[in-house]
T-cell receptor, first 117, second 113 residues
Framework: GAVVSQHPSRVICKSGTSVKIECRSL??????MFWYRQFPKQSLMLMAT?????????EQGVEKDKFLINHASLTLSTLTVTSAHPEDSSFYIC?????????????FGPGTRLTVL | AQSVSQHNHHVILSEAASLELGCNYS??????LFWYVQYPGQHLQLLLK??????LVKGIKGFEAEFIKSKFSFNLRKPSVQWSDTAEYFC???????????FGSGTRLSIRP
């Protein structure tokens, strides 16, 4: 099946620094990727949809200047948390839209746990 | 607005009990529905999905779900749970094959050995 990887799996940073998270589709090309955030014991909340070669579409309430998304190739999307603060500590999960049989399907990455001190 | 709701926040069962987790959706027109499981400390895994056709969908690990259009429901069932089914279960939906997946709030399932 289609595989999506994320790097790093865990990151700890100091408040005020920026952190970049990579999401790769390993064996398929994904024109569309999605970024979700999951706080402890809560559900996944969609942050943004990124399309290769164009600007990301952010969900209401998500600061686009804080969460920079770049989808420069068909296999890579990056999420940069700029000037991170402790309240940004969360589990960030990406997914890539691929084809499974006759349908499009979202394949999820393993997630990146961000801890901001 | 498109949404998916799960009303059971925490379900506690004994081993061998039958399971049914509720999921209701609010979508007009085409809807694709999913159930995902997240075991403690692990990432999301797809249990099953409904796109079209037979409304009774069978997934992995003995799970199944039934799409009932008249009730806007897609409940997850398993006839006999095991301790290893302890996890968080998420119902999710999307309006078309290219659109974003929206998740329900999740149901924590605890199985007593």
């Amino acid at each position: 099946g289609a595989v999506v990887s994320q790097h790093p799996s865990r990151v700890i940073c100091k408040s005020g620094t920026s952190v970049k998270i990579e999401c790769r589709s390993l064996d398929f090309q994904a024109t569309t990727m999605f970024w979700y955030r999951q706080f402890p014991k809560q559900s996944l909340m969609l942050m943004a949809t990124s399309n290769e070669g164009s600007k990301a579409t952010y969900e209401q309430g998500v600061e686009k200047d804080k969460f920079l998304i770049n989808h420069a190739s068909l296999t890579l999307s990056t999420l940069t948390v700029t000037s991170a603060h402790p309240e940004d500590s969360s589990f960030y999960i990406c997914s890539a839209l691929g084809v499974a049989g006759d349908y499009n399907e979202q394949f999820f990455g393993p997630g990146t746990r961000l801890t901001v001190l | 607005a498109q949404s998916v709701s799960q009303h059971n926040h925490h379900v506690i069962l004994s081993e061998a009990a039958s399971l049914e987790l509720g999921c209701n959706y609010s979508y007009g027109g085409t809807v694709n529905l999913f159930w995902y499981v997240q075991y403690p400390g692990q990432h999301l895994q797809l249990l099953l999905k409904y796109f079209s056709g037979d409304p009774l969908v069978k997934g992995i690990k003995g799970f199944e779900a039934e799409f009932i259009k008249s009730k806007f429901s897609f409940n997850l069932r398993k006839p006999s749970v095991q301790w290893s089914d302890t996890a968080e279960y998420f119902c999710a939906g999307r309006g078309s094959s290219a659109s974003k997946i929206i998740f329900g709030s999740g149901t924590r399932l605890s199985i007593r050995p």
